[in-house]
């Protein structure tokens, strides 16, 4: 994965539209997307640790699915999101760009 983030591309283990998600840098759904897969999609627990309602999570997974067509209850968008992620902390413990824009 780390060669991939050097070597920017992403392009090649991940989807444009989790690409899109990354570029546009919401931080709001990219921690909503790390706090869902680290919390086993256990919407409660997740509202609970980000410190927002219930409804405003339920309103970002929408917003997942309506802007960047990413379905939370596909296995393979999860894995391709998990991925996302852990070339963000690379890219953000190492200093590095992802070459997103």
Do not use: C, P, Q
């Not at 309506?66 to 939370?72: A, M, R, V």
């Amino acid at each position: 994965m780390y060669d991939f983030v050097v070597k920017k591309k992403l392009h090649y283990i991940l989807d444009s539209t989790i690409l899109k998600l990354l570029a546009d840098n919401n931080t709001n759904l990219i921690t909503t997307v790390k706090y869902y897969l680290d919390y086993n999609e256990n919407l409660n627990l997740i509202a609970e640790k980000l410190g927002i309602h219930y409804n405003t999570l339920k309103y970002r997974i929408e917003k997942l699915k309506t802007k960047y067509f990413i379905d939370l209850k596909n296995s393979d968008s999860l894995i391709k999101l998990r991925l996302a992620i852990v070339a963000l902390e690379i890219s953000e413990g190492y200093k590095l760009d992802l070459g997103l824009n």
